[in-house]
């Protein structure tokens, strides 16, 4: 796989995916948190370079998600559940937060405005993680 390769040659970069459920470049690979979660996994298993290898062995991951929570709405996931896979995983590199509508295209509307409910919730249930 072209990605692991490319991680295999500059070492010491985590590589944080963004989920992409409308995108027709990401939808056949990661559309959503369990997507993402199995490519994350693929890719590293990909990886030959032996610092990335003993990386691995020590517990560090290298693939992590970067899961944008207008993207997680339009791909019909629920918040919470969405993100505590990812961090149950180790995976969870970066959050990008806004609103979106169930489904539609991407909006970008501002955090809360829609799904504050399931906002509020998620962000309850990382912080623990983050904190």
Do not use: C
């Not at 997507?35 to 991951?61: C, D, H, S, T, V």
């Not at 207008?70 to 937060?97: C, D, K, N, Q």
């Amino acid at each position: 796989m072209g990605l692991a390769e490319a991680i295999d040659e500059v070492l010491g970069v985590p590589v944080a995916l963004e989920l992409k459920p409308y995108e027709l470049r990401g939808n056949t690979l990661y559309r959503n948190s369990t997507n993402g979660i199995f490519l994350a996994n693929y890719i590293e298993r990909g990886l030959r370079n032996p610092e990335n290898k003993r990386l691995l062995e020590q517990g560090y991951r290298i693939v992590g998600l970067n899961p944008e929570v207008g993207h997680v709405f339009m791909g019909y996931e629920e918040l919470s559940p969405a993100l505590a896979s990812i961090m149950r995983e180790g995976r969870l590199f970066h959050t990008h937060w806004n609103s979106q509508p169930l489904g539609s295209y991407d909006r970008d509307l501002d955090v809360g405005i829609l799904g504050w409910n399931e906002m509020i919730s998620a962000l309850f249930d990382a912080k623990d993680v983050w904190l």
